[in-house]
C-alpha cells in the first residue's frame, strides 16, 4: 500500500493560497491522488483527484511532478470556510487500497 | 437525490447490547463502505461491499458484521458492543469505474458505548 505523508496543521489568513504536500514515495503505477476536505462534525468531501501533471477544478488545483512521489494540493485566495481538514489519498480502484491518514489540519484566520 | 443517508444520527449502547447502524444511498452507485473515526485520527475502513450480496472485510472489521441484499442499503451490524467501538461512524458510496471515484458520505453516525 502506498503510504501517505503530510504535515499535521498549517495555519493561513483570508485572501492567501494555501499549498499543501504530500508525499508518497511508494506510489504504483496504477495509483491515482485523491484529495478530500473535512469539516467538523460532517463526512469527508471529495475535492480533486489526478494521476500526473496539473489538475484543475472551480475549487482546487493539483500538481503532480513527472515521478509522482509527491503532490500539491493549492488552495487559491482561502476564506475562513476553509477551515478544515484535507486528506490525501493515494490507490488504485479497489476499496482496500484507500487509505485515510490523519490529514492536515488547515486554520484559516481573519 | 437525497445522497446517503444514515440512522441514527447519535446512540449510546450499553456494553454487550446490539444494535444496527442504517445505511441507504438513491444515486444507484455499486460500491459502499462503513468507516469508523476515531478523535484525532482519519478514517478506518471496516467493509466495503462491491455490489449486493457481495461483501469483504476492510482494515477493522472485528466486531462487525454487514451485508448487502438490496443496491440501496448497506446496514452495519455491532453484534455485541464495546467500549472501544465509541467512535463516528460514517457511511459513503461511489459507483464502479475505472479510477477510484468520488465517495459520497453520509452526515455520520456518532456512537458512545458505555
Known amino acids: 500500500l502506498a503510504k501517505t505523508t503530510q504535515p499535521i496543521s498549517m495555519d493561513s489568513y483570508e485572501g492567501q493560497e494555501v499549498n499543501i504536500t504530500c508525499s508518497h514515495n511508494?506510489?504504483?503505477?496504477?495509483?491515482?491522488i485523491t484529495w478530500y476536505q473535512q469539516f467538523p462534525s460532517q463526512g469527508p468531501r471529495f475535492i480533486i483527484q489526478?494521476?500526473?501533471t496539473k489538475v484543475t477544478n472551480e475549487v482546487a488545483s493539483l500538481f503532480i511532478p513527472a515521478d509522482r512521489k509527491s503532490s500539491t494540493l493549492s488552495l487559491p485566495r482561502v476564506s475562513l470556510s476553509d477551515t478544515a481538514v484535507y486528506y490525501c489519498l493515494v490507490g488504485d480502484t479497489g476499496y482496500s487500497t484507500l487509505t485515510f491518514g490523519k490529514g492536515t489540519m488547515l486554520l484559516v484566520s481573519p | 437525490n437525497a445522497g446517503v443517508t444514515q440512522t441514527p444520527k447519535f446512540q449510546v449502547l450499553k456494553t454487550g447490547q446490539s444494535m444496527t447502524l442504517q445505511c441507504a444511498q438513491d444515486?444507484?452507485?455499486?460500491?459502499m463502505s462503513w468507516y469508523r473515526q476515531d478523535p484525532g485520527m482519519g478514517l478506518r475502513l471496516i467493509h466495503y461491499?462491491?455490489?449486493?450480496?457481495?461483501?469483504d472485510q476492510g482494515e477493522v472489521p472485528n466486531g462487525y458484521n454487514v451485508s448487502r441484499s438490496t443496491t440501496e442499503d448497506f446496514p452495519l451490524r455491532l453484534l455485541s458492543a464495546a467500549p472501544s467501538q465509541t467512535s463516528v461512524y460514517f457511511c459513503?458510496?461511489?459507483?464502479?469505474?475505472?479510477?477510484?471515484?468520488?465517495?459520497?458520505f453520509g452526515p455520520g453516525t456518532r456512537l458512545t458505548v458505555l
Open positions: 511508494n506510489i504504483a503505477t496504477n495509483d491515482y
Open positions: 459513503a458510496s461511489t459507483t464502479n469505474s475505472g479510477s477510484p471515484n468520488e465517495q459520497f
Open positions: 444515486m444507484n452507485h455499486e460500491y
Open positions: 461491499s462491491v455490489g449486493a450480496g457481495i461483501t
Open positions: 489526478g494521476y500526473k
